[in-house]
């Protein structure tokens, strides 16, 4: 009894949380005619025209373009952010001249809303002549992930024990190497949690994606909403739900790929060797 009641109420939540994603997915196999008729989950005549359409008509709207424009932008905000963070993670884990000061301005920075620094950030990529570049959107994404990684990062290597680097100092390594060798497969876990954070973050990007891109680096973010009324009559919403999906699919993949990955103690390497 306690087990079904205790499997209600997971269900409940469940489809509570991920009723609109189960809305979506089920008008994106609606046809235009179905949707003006029967604005219910049930399906009478389940049909891929939607799909079909997005991913053939590509005359105006090229969402593989969008697909592999936020794929490297995100790759590119995602890595380089971590490659920025795990240095500076470490020095403010050993430090505390870091933990007092470095980290609560990063992350305070953070909080500040994004808008504010959009005339000053679309001024200087136009004097770079980094708009509508992959390159320019994943260094904007870099600094929109930094936060994030930093944190993560940090409360992994303060749960490395300190007789480690001790240890590793005695041996002869200096402090790169003791990151780069004995830190880094400890906290990997952490690595890749920042990098799945960091991705999701960055693939869902919309206001930098919006203001730096035009055309050749629009991401798939932005450019979902041209298909909203592709058509030219109204919002198309069984082409903008099969969009939304689409876009939705290699996060959630990502994310389901890589979960177990994510579970385990972050010190289980320096338990275990």
């Known amino acids: 009894m306690v087990n079904a009641l205790r499997w209600l109420v997971f269900a409940v939540a469940a489809l ?12 994106s196999f609606k046809s235009a005619r179905e949707l003006s008729t029967n604005a219910g989950l049930w399906i009478n005549q389940p049909t891929l025209e939607n799909y079909a359409r997005v991913l053939t008509q590509t005359d105006r709207f ?7 424009n936020s794929v490297v932008a995100s790759l590119i905000g995602t890595c380089l952010a971590i490659l920025l963070a795990f240095p500076a993670a470490y020095a403010i884990a050993r430090s505390e001249a870091g933990r007092r ?5 990063v992350i305070n920075l953070r909080a500040v ?13 136009q004097w770079l002549g980094l708009l509508d570049t992959q390159l320019g959107l994943g260094l904007i994404l870099t600094i929109v992930n930094t936060p994030l990684a930093l944190v993560i990062l940090v409360n992994a290597i303060n749960d490395v024990p300190l007789e480690l680097d001790e240890a590793a100092r005695i041996d002869g390594a200096n402090s790169f190497q003791i990151m780069l060798r004995i830190i880094r497969p400890v906290v990997r876990p952490a690595v890749v949690t ?14 930098f994606g919006l203001m730096l891109t035009t055309s050749r680096a629009v991401p798939m973010t932005v450019g979902a909403s041209f298909f909203f009324a592709a058509s030219g009559g109204g919002v198309q919403w069984g082409t903008a739900s099969a969009v939304m999906i689409l876009g939705a699919l290699p996060p959630a993949l990502l994310g ?18």
Do not use: D
């Open 16 to 27: 509570a949380m991920n009723f609109p994603v189960i809305v979506t997915l089920v008008t």
């Open 101 to 105: 000061m470095l980290l609560p301005i």
């Open 256 to 273: 389901l790929l890589m979960y177990r990955q994510i579970s385990g103690s972050m010190t289980a390497g320096a338990v275990k060797g």
């Open 113 to 125: 809303p994004l808008i504010i620094f959009a005339i000053p950030l679309y001024m200087m990529y």
């Open 194 to 207: 920042t990098f799945i954070f960091g991705f999701i973050t960055a693939w869902n990007e919309f206001l």
């Open 62 to 68: 090229n969402i593989y373009s969008y697909l592999f």
